[in-house]
C-alpha cells in the first residue's frame, strides 16, 4: 500500500472529464453491469476524491485505489500494481503499463483516462490518443455507444454517467 497525502480532493462534487463528456455531482462516472470502475465519493471529513476497482486481465479483483491510495486485496498483493504522483496527477501502473491517470485540471476538475479491465476480463479504454475502440470515439474526444456518437456532452445530478452492460 502506498500512503501519501490525498492530492484529490475536492469541497464540492467536482466536474469529470471522460471520454469527451463531463460529469458533475455524478457519483459513478462508468460502471459495468453491476460494478462501478470509476467514482467520485464523498469522503466524511474530506471532500470528495475519486475512487477507481481495479481488476487484472483475467477478471481478478486485485484492488481499489481511493484517491492517492490503493487497497490490494490478497490477490492484489501478488500483482505488481503501482501509484504514482507527477505534479497535478495521480498514475496508477499495473505490470509497468499505465491503466489510468487523473489529472487535476483546476481546484474542482478533473481528466480521467483509463484502461481498464472488467470483472470478465474485457477491456475498457478511454483517452485522448486516438484509440479506436467501442466504447470511445477515434479520436478519444466523444463516446460511441453502437453507432451513436456523444460528444460535449454534460452529465448532471444522474447516479450513473456510463453505464455498459455485458450482454
Not at 481495479?54 to 484517491?67: E, H, L, R, S, W
Not at 501502473?93 to 483516462?113: S, W
Amino acid at each position: 500500500m502506498i500512503n501519501e497525502p490525498d492530492k484529490l480532493i475536492f469541497f464540492e462534487s467536482p466536474e469529470v472529464e471522460f471520454a469527451g463528456c463531463f460529469f458533475v455531482d455524478v457519483p459513478i462516472i462508468l460502471e459495468y453491469d453491476d460494478t462501478p470502475l470509476i467514482e467520485v465519493i464523498q469522503e466524511q471529513e474530506a471532500g470528495y476524491t475519486t475512487q477507481f476497482q481495479v481488476f487484472n486481465k483475467d477478471g481478478i479483483y486485485i484492488a481499489k485505489v481511493k484517491g492517492s491510495q490503493i487497497y490490494l486485496t490478497e490477490d492484489g498483493s501478488k500483482s505488481n500494481l503501482k501509484l504514482s504522483h507527477p505534479q497535478g496527477m495521480t498514475v496508477c501502473e499495473l505490470d509497468g503499463q499505465t491503466i489510468f491517470e487523473v489529472r487535476r485540471k483546476d481546484a474542482a476538475a478533473l481528466k480521467t483516462q483509463a484502461e481498464l479491465f472488467t470483472p470478465d476480463g474485457r477491456f475498457l479504454k478511454a483517452n485522448d490518443q486516438g484509440i479506436p475502440t467501442s466504447l470511445i470515439s477515434t479520436d478519444g474526444t466523444a463516446l460511441r455507444i453502437g453507432t451513436n456518437i456523444i460528444s460535449g456532452c454534460r452529465f448532471q445530478k444522474c447516479r450513473v454517467g456510463i453505464h455498459i452492460s455485458s450482454k
